[in-house]
């Protein structure tokens, strides 16, 4: 069985593959100073909780967060007695070759996101994900990540406001009733998510635009099925399609253990 770890900014989200289907998915905030053992109570706690039995043989990481990954591979190594498989470092292999600018790093959330959307959908897409940053992935016809965009996520816009402006109060992330708002929480709902609606749109038109071929446009993130509410931002949504990414990539790279 493998077990995948998306760890962002904000949370560290851990799934169970069987091969076939996810047995769990298993969610924690992301902290730098979590140890190992740290991570298997937590982990086994939850395991024993659902009453899934998993035997676990192989491990895939993806990690925004750097300094989480030493852990992370502690974490592996005494509990599952095995070296697990990093995004983005040169033992593992990717599906598609990144293409963009000489000694740019591209962040390992947008690899494993383009080899999960190009594995269920084929090239020529747009992958919005609404996470800690609302980035827009381009994958091109051949399933390489080819380039994007980075936006403030919902969230963080959220917090910038409330701490800029002490006026205004915490609120949801909703879709509002109307557009103009009659009091400081519409106001501030409707800027949010009519804001973000347009957001989305003007930067994939703009990138179809500058792309020149008809591409579809997939969402993800936990936001993305809120945001579907506003228009018709999305050909797709894709709940789990970073988890779906990681075990693409694990399969590509035992297939090439084989060869």
Not at 17 to 27: I, V
Not at 38 to 45: G, K, L, P, R
Not at 207 to 224: F, H, N, Q, S, V
Request: proline share 5%.
């Amino acid at each position: 069985m493998l077990l995948a770890i998306d760890c962002g900014n904000t949370n560290t989200v851990f799934s169970i593959w069987d091969g076939e289907k996810f047995l769990c998915t298993l969610r924690t905030s992301t902290h730098h100073a979590r140890t190992a053992d740290a991570y298997f109570t937590w982990y086994s706690t939850l395991v024993k909780h659902y009453g899934i039995e998993a035997d676990i043989t192989e491990v895939i990481i993806s990690s925004t967060v750097p300094r989480v990954v030493f852990n992370l591979r502690v974490f592996a190594d005494r509990f599952f007695g095995c070296r697990p498989l990093v995004v983005g470092k040169p033992e593992c292999l990717l599906p598609h070759a990144p293409r963009v600018d000489p000694g740019t790093q591209v962040g390992p959330d947008r690899l494993v996101n383009s080899a999960g959307a190009f594995d269920r959908h084929g090239g020529d897409l747009i992958v919005v994900d609404f996470g800690t940053a609302t980035t827009f992935d381009v994958v091109a016809h051949d399933g390489a990540y080819v380039g994007g965009v980075i936006a403030p996520g919902v969230n963080l816009s959220l917090e910038a406001l409330h701490m800029a402006a002490a006026a205004l109060p915490h609120v949801d992330v909703t879709k509002p009733q109307k557009v103009i708002g009659t009091n400081t929480v519409d106001c501030m709902q409707s800027g949010v998510f009519w804001g973000y609606v347009g957001l989305v749109n003007g930067i994939c038109d703009r990138i179809r635009a500058e792309y020149e071929k008809p591409m579809r446009i997939i969402g993800t993130g936990g936001l993305a099925p809120l945001f579907a509410q506003g228009e018709m931002l999305f050909d797709f949504i894709e709940d789990d399609l970073t988890m779906h990414g990681l075990t693409v990539i694990h399969d590509y790279n035992k297939k090439a253990e084989t060869l």
